[in-house]
Nanobody
Framework: QVQLVESGGGLMQAGGSLRLSCAASGPSFSRYTMAWFRQAPGKGREFVARITGYGGSMGYADSVKGRFSISRDNAKKTMYLQMNTLKHEDTAVYYC????????????????WGQGTQVTVSS
């Protein structure tokens, strides 16, 4: 069982940067593929980025590639999302998720979810 808590969201002007964190509790954190998803107002949840257990494989949605960077610190049981050059369309609730398997962008595969953190980007 893994519990996930996101932090770091807030209000930022377009062009700025934010770093989100996802703190996990429970055993075997390094065995989990971790991911970020987001849900904008009136839209469905979409994949943002993912990273495998030891960080050997990362993947990004085309909309954030080159601007966002995912990382993890297994000793701290924490995953991060560095968001640079923020755009208004990045406004969403950001969720971290975990699943004990290899890399996937499919939210249906993820077993554990955080409560979300709001990111608002003003244009």
């Amino acid at each position: 069982q893994v519990q996930l808590v996101e932090s770091g969201g807030g209000l930022m002007q377009a062009g700025g940067s934010l770093r989100l964190s996802c703190a996990a509790s429970g055993p075997s954190f390094s065995r989990y593929t971790m991911a970020w998803f987001r849900q904008a107002p009136g839209k469905g949840r979409e994949f943002v980025a993912r990273i495998t257990g030891y960080g050997g494989s990362m993947g990004y949605a085309d909309s954030v590639k080159g601007r966002f960077s995912i990382s993890r610190d297994n000793a701290k049981k924490t995953m991060y999302l560095q968001m640079n050059t923020l755009k208004h369309e990045d406004t969403a609730v950001y969720y971290c998720a975990a699943y004990m398997g290899y890399a996937t962008d499919d939210e249906g595969e993820y077993d554990y979810w955080g409560q979300g953190t709001q990111v608002t980007v003003s244009s």
